[in-house]
């Protein structure tokens, strides 16, 4: 059948990304090296030729969102490839994308019925089928990505009929046949999520540090770096300009071109995000310290200071000074 696996080749996937996520882009892709059973070719798309639209209404709303449409080109017009964005963290082995059928599809996407809790009571989700995630039968797409995008100008469509809708193909050419776990929006379920998909850009765990989510996509930025994954250059240069928060630096030591002979590398990946959890108890006591259990409930507040004690002697092991 057209567009089936048919060869040991490497599943191509490609990853939308921009010079503010490229170490989002490197734990992306360590993710899924680490839990792929089959062997994987992983292409950043960044900085790609194409035109931008004349009418700004019609550019893109991030750097690679019409680079998508460059990859049957770039894959010879022939075999599957993957598409994925750069803010995504994945669970799952990628053979289960290499291995769906098209059937008489041309693309294959993930369906989102209603928005998740973190987008609720916000503007500009569009619940149907999401084309952040697709699988692409290339040998059948046969796009040119200038004049997809020049068509933008044209009118012959807008950016959200072009992006989210895949305007470019007919309507039963987009199926929406890859399971949802393959596009978690904010949500894990231990077990069943695929990947995790960090919409909610503001609070992006490379950011900072108030997704709720954001200790899964710590630990993974922890492994990766400590497999060498993530240069720490890439790390110091994107804190300097504004582009990750400053906490991520308290990592770069576990690279192994950083890491002393003597650094036991486990104890100082523990290390590091025991530091990181203690910051985030903290502010959650802070936040305790107005609520109304605070001021009413005995109880409450003293098992909340028995926190603070607890982590008292947590910074006093780890070499740091408790606050007052």
Request: proline share 8%.
């Amino acid at each position: 059948m057209t567009g089936e696996p048919t060869s040991p080749d490497p599943l191509r996937i490609f990853i939308g990304t921009e010079p503010s996520q490229l170490v989002a882009h490197r734990v992306l892709e360590h993710s899924i090296r680490a839990h792929a059973s089959i062997p994987v070719e992983i292409i950043p798309m960044l900085d790609l030729p194409l035109p931008i639209p004349v009418d700004p209404a019609n550019r893109s709303k991030v750097g690679f969102s019409f680079t998508r449409f460059l990859i049957p080109d770039l894959c010879g017009r022939s075999g599957r490839a993957v598409y994925l964005d750069a803010d995504m963290l994945v669970f799952g082995d990628v053979a289960e994308l290499a291995a769906l059928a098209f059937d008489s599809a041309r693309i294959l996407c993930t369906y989102q019925p209603e928005p998740p809790a973190a987008w609720k009571d916000k503007a500009g989700f569009r619940p149907g089928r999401h084309s952040a995630v697709l699988v692409l039968d290339c040998a059948r797409l046969d796009w040119d990505a200038d004049k997809i995008v020049h068509g933008l100008d044209e009118g012959r469509y807008t950016y959200s009929e072009l992006v989210h809708d895949l305007c470019i193909v007919d309507h039963d050419d987009v199926a929406p046949a890859i399971p949802r776990p393959w596009n978690h929006l904010e949500r894990f379920e231990l077990g069943v999520t695929r990947l995790l998909h960090y919409t909610v850009v503001w609070s992006q765990p490379w950011k900072t540090d108030k997704n709720p989510l954001g200790h899964l996509w710590m630990d993974a930025y922890a492994r990766a770096m400590e497999a060498g994954a993530v240069p720490p250059d890439d790390v110091e240069a994107g804190i300097a300009a504004g582009y990750l928060k400053p906490s991520l630096a308290s990592f770069v030591h576990l690279a192994p071109d950083r890491r002393t002979a003597e650094c036991d590398a486990e104890a100082a990946r523990e290390l590091a995000l025991a530091r990181l959890e203690i910051a985030r108890l903290e502010r959650s006591i802070d936040q305790m310290r107005g609520s109304r259990e605070w001021r009413v409930g005995s109880s409450v507040t003293g098992a909340v200071e028995t926190s603070r004690r607890l982590l008292q002697r947590a910074r006093s092991a780890l070499g740091r000074p408790s606050n007052p």
